[in-house]
């Protein structure tokens, strides 16, 4: 387990993401959570290029600020 993810969160791989026009669209459980453009998407690109698929979990919920607030739980 990775010692950033505790509770185990990213282990059903929540987040994924889809290179579009341009864009990067990072979504979680099927909901856009944020769009990259221009520099930021390159530099996630790069990023997630060299990234396993944990590392890739952890990198997306950093991104989209969910990741130390817990929201990846989703609703209740």
Same mark, same amino acid.
């Given at each position: 387990?990775?010692? +950033?993810?505790?509770?185990?969160?990213?282990?059903?791989?929540?987040? @994924?993401? %889809?290179?579009?026009?341009? !864009?990067?669209?990072?979504?979680?459980?099927?909901?856009?959570? @944020?769009?990259?453009?221009?520099?930021?998407a %390159?530099?996630?690109? !790069?990023?997630?290029?060299?990234?396993? +698929?944990?590392?890739? %979990?952890?990198?997306?919920?950093?991104? @989209?600020?969910?990741?130390? =607030?817990?929201?990846? =739980?989703?609703?209740?």
């Amino acid at each position: 387990m990775n010692p +950033e993810d505790l509770r185990g969160a990213l282990d059903s791989n929540p987040y @994924t993401w %889809q290179e579009r026009k341009g !864009e990067v669209r990072i979504s979680w459980k099927g909901k856009i959570a @944020t769009v990259l453009r221009k520099d930021r998407a %390159q530099e996630f690109l !790069e990023k997630i290029s060299i990234a396993s +698929e944990k590392e890739a %979990q952890l990198i997306m919920a950093k991104i @989209t600020g969910n990741f130390k =607030r817990g929201n990846e =739980r989703g609703p209740r």
